[in-house]
């Protein structure tokens, strides 16, 4: 068989990936602190683009026939004339760009008052007053500072504060922090004892048994059989087989149960309170309320800055003849950049708005009724409603959120698995979830239900789950298995 060279041609289609389209798909998937945080940062990079005001002065110049059209028109209007500005200027020629125009335009802005400019000025400085919360590490080298200790303890203790981790335990041994600093072991080992001694109570602990056993010295709750049940019995002690305890000990279980009740009151993690991260607060994507009868869907539009065009750098694109070469092409490709930048804001509002008004629709009886009646529902449904591919509804619902007379929720909470139930119909798994809470929140603490005892409940409400769906829902709710749940005292 022979082999040769020849062209050919072959017409075929594919989807580019523009710039502009990879941006509108990186919008779209944005949260909204993410996106508040990117509008910043064009504000801050696209001189063209601009923070509207209230009310402009072109607004004010507008006509009656301008007055009767909606916002959303008069700004569609505005990017049509920013386009065709950008492609007509290609055909225009001129010397250089009329800087003296921009700064014209800077300074007719009134300047702030004295009075005004005053008051700023006696404000207090803001940095000053940032605060930082303490953590662990700070707060035990303020004790560390407080105890008379010689150059080398205090050596010594910076080197054992330096390695206790933000749980309070000690992440070293006392061999190696005495040879890295080339102390003696006794020293290491004396200072870590008076370490150990300080605030929080069981801090510089080497493992779970001396930070208690630490915290029962602290607090003079040794008894002697306390003592046993933490140095032999922390695995019986984590299982609650109090009767082992009781027969290796050979004491009553009611005497276990007593000192299990002084462990428990112990802080098994020292560095908790240090530990906590800031609370994250959620600003919802949109509303969704009740007005009469019906339900509404509105956007929060609060926070995020109203972008328009700069009318400075049209009119100088669009009027100056002293504007050609890289000036000409600079600003054109910023009007661009803006102009797109508006229409996927916009567009990403009117995709979030689409959604949540379908989720409305479809999940009218949780609205209504509560989480107990939420539908069974996939991304499928949704994108075949709003006619959309099922990769954008999954960009749309995540770390979106909506505020709801029920509460604040993701909008991936609403779509769920189905599970089925005798009479034939389905029921969503958040739905069968917030039954299986609401069975163990009603349970006798001292006789806690088996999994299998749920499952038995749930068949009473014509819900047919296996033993390990019930096992599994509760480990997704953090719910621990009945052996831990069970109560004595």
């Known amino acids: 068989m022979a082999f040769e060279i020849k062209q050919s041609l072959k017409l075929t289609q594919q989807l580019l990936m523009t710039p502009q389209l990879q941006q509108a798909i990186k919008l779209l998937q944005l949260s909204r602190v993410e996106l508040e945080e990117f509008v910043a940062q064009q504000l801050s990079e696209n001189p063209v683009l601009e923070e509207?005001?209230?009310q402009s002065n072109e607004e004010k110049s507008l006509n009656e026939k301008e007055k009767e059209q909606s916002a959303g028109e008069i700004n569609e209007k505005r990017m049509e004339e920013a386009a065709n500005i950008v492609d007509s200027s290609g055909q225009e020629s001129s010397s250089e760009l009329d800087w003296e125009a921009y700064s014209r335009h800077k300074e007719s802005e009134a300047p702030l008052p004295s009075t005004q400019m005053k008051r700023d000025e006696e404000l207090p400085n803001y940095e000053n007053m940032i605060t930082k919360a303490s953590n662990l590490s700070d707060f035990l080298m303020t004790q560390v500072?407080?105890?008379?200790?010689?150059?080398?303890?205090?050596?010594?203790?910076?080197?054992?504060?330096?390695?206790?981790?933000?749980?309070?335990?000690?992440?070293?041994?006392?061999?190696?922090?005495a040879e890295a600093g080339k102390f003696s072991v006794e020293l290491v080992d004396d200072v870590l004892d008076t370490i150990q001694r300080m605030d929080p109570p069981g801090v510089g602990a080497r493992d779970l048994k001396e930070c208690l056993m630490n915290q029962l010295r602290a607090g003079q709750l040794k008894n002697g059989v306390v003592e046993k049940i933490i140095t032999s019995h922390l695995k019986e002690l984590e299982t609650r087989n109090y009767p082992a305890i009781a027969k290796a000990l050979k004491i009553p279980i009611e005497?276990?149960?007593?000192?299990?009740?002084?462990i428990s009151e112990l802080e098994p993690i020292p560095g908790r309170q240090f530990g906590a991260d800031s609370a994250q607060y959620i600003v919802p994507d949109v509303y969704v309320f009740k007005l009469g009868d019906e339900w509404h869907v509105g956007m929060n539009e609060e926070g995020l800055p109203k972008l328009q065009v700069s009318d400075l750098y049209k009119d100088i694109l669009e009027k100056d003849a002293k504007i050609k070469g890289d000036d000409k092409e600079y600003i054109s490709d910023k009007l661009k950049s803006a102009t797109?930048?508006?229409?996927?804001?916009?567009?990403?509002?009117?995709?979030?708005?689409?959604?949540?008004?379908?989720?409305?629709q479809r999940q009218m009886d949780f609205f209504e009724k509560g989480v107990e009646h939420l539908k069974p529902m996939i991304l499928k449904d949704i994108a075949e409603d709003i006619e959309m591919h099922e990769s954008t509804i999954s960009r749309v619902t995540t770390n979106k959120f909506v505020h709801t007379p029920r509460g604040i929720f993701e909008l991936k909470y609403f779509f769920n698995s189905s599970v089925s139930c005798r009479d034939g119909e389905n029921i969503a798994s958040e739905s069968v979830k917030s039954m299986i809470a609401d069975i163990v929140k009603s349970e006798n603490a001292k006789k806690p239900h088996s999994d299998q005892k749920i499952v038995d409940?749930?068949?009473?409400?014509?819900?047919?789950?296996a033993r390990r769906t019930v096992a599994k829902y509760r480990e997704q709710m953090n719910i621990l298995p009945s052996s831990k749940r069970k109560k004595y005292f």
Do not use: H, M, P
């Not at 749930?458 to 819900?463: A, D, M, Q, R, V």
């Open 52 to 54: 509207g005001q209230t």
């Open 145 to 177: 500072g407080e105890v008379d200790f010689s150059d080398q303890e205090k050596a010594i203790a910076t080197n054992i504060v330096g390695n206790i981790d933000d749980r309070g335990y000690l992440q070293t041994t006392v061999e190696e922090i």
């Open 255 to 262: 005497k276990v149960i007593e000192n299990v009740q002084i």
């Open 340 to 360: 797109w930048l508006i229409r996927s804001i916009q567009q990403r509002q009117r995709t979030i708005f689409r959604v949540t008004e379908c989720i409305v």
């Open 457 to 465: 409940l749930l068949e009473e409400k014509g819900i047919q789950l």
